[in-house]
């Protein structure tokens, strides 16, 4: 398989809930990125990895746990998650390099509700 | 801190209309400058990548250019189709800081048949 992939794409959890969402990047990237994207709203930037590192916790709150075991996979774990939280969750990767020709290639996203 | 905006935010033109879309930003320390694609409940597309250094890309029926000094980008669609109908995203890779990406709000299109 090619790309990136997004398991699951779709997800009804409880507030009470633990569930983790997992990404895969075949691409041979370096780094890889969590992005939360609500109804009419922009991006907004999660987490980063770069090399298995966390170098970018844009103020998440402690409820979003995520995991880089290797350059290739990617977890976010959740637990005691609010309703807010539903939003369509998209996993991405790149290369991570500082050049002008670095892009990021996304997953399909998984569809997160919280009830 | 770099802001990205898109105007506008929706759009709905007639099949086979030539249509722009706009995005601008405030710091132009930039590496590149990239449009994307998103379909309904779905990840995104990659359009085009304007590299700094760059002013402008094309790719079949599409045409983006950039214009660092000013912050500014537009995305050119030629005779616009059906399947064209998508929400557009722009953006850009801010120097400083290489692992962060900077998106705007998109611009939702409707083409209709």
């Known amino acids: 398989e090619t790309g990136v992939t997004q398991t699951p794409r779709h997800l009804v959890m409880g507030m009470t809930n633990k569930k983790s969402l997992k990404c895969e990047q075949h691409?041979?990237?370096?780094?890889m990125y969590w992005y939360k994207q609500s109804a009419k709203k922009p991006l907004e930037l999660m987490f980063v990895?770069?090399?298995?590192?966390?170098?970018e916790n844009n103020s998440v709150p402690s409820r979003f746990s995520p995991e880089c075991p290797n350059s290739s996979h990617l977890f976010l774990h959740l637990h005691t998650l609010q309703p807010e939280d539903s939003a369509l969750y998209l996993c991405?990767?790149?290369?991570?390099?500082?050049?002008?020709?670095?892009?990021?290639?996304f997953g399909p996203g998984t569809r997160l509700t919280v009830l | 801190k770099q802001e990205v905006t898109q105007i506008p935010a929706a759009l709905s033109v007639p099949e086979g209309e030539n249509l722009v879309l706009n995005c601008s930003f405030t710091d132009s320390a930039i590496y590149n400058l990239q449009w994307f694609r998103q379909d309904p409940g779905k990840g995104l597309t990659s359009l085009l990548l304007i590299q700094s250094s760059q002013r402008e890309q094309t790719s079949g029926r599409l045409n983006a250019s950039l214009d660092k000094s000013s912050g500014r980008s537009t995305l050119y669609i030629a005779a616009s189709q059906p399947g064209d109908s998508a929400t557009y995203l722009c953006a850009v890779k801010r120097k400083g800081n290489f692992n962060k990406f900077y998106f705007g709000s998109g611009t939702k299109l409707n083409v209709k048949p």
């Open positions: 990895y770069s090399l298995e590192e966390r170098v």
């Open positions: 991405a990767s790149s290369q991570g390099a500082s050049g002008e020709t670095d892009t990021q290639y």
């Open positions: 691409l041979g990237h370096n780094a």
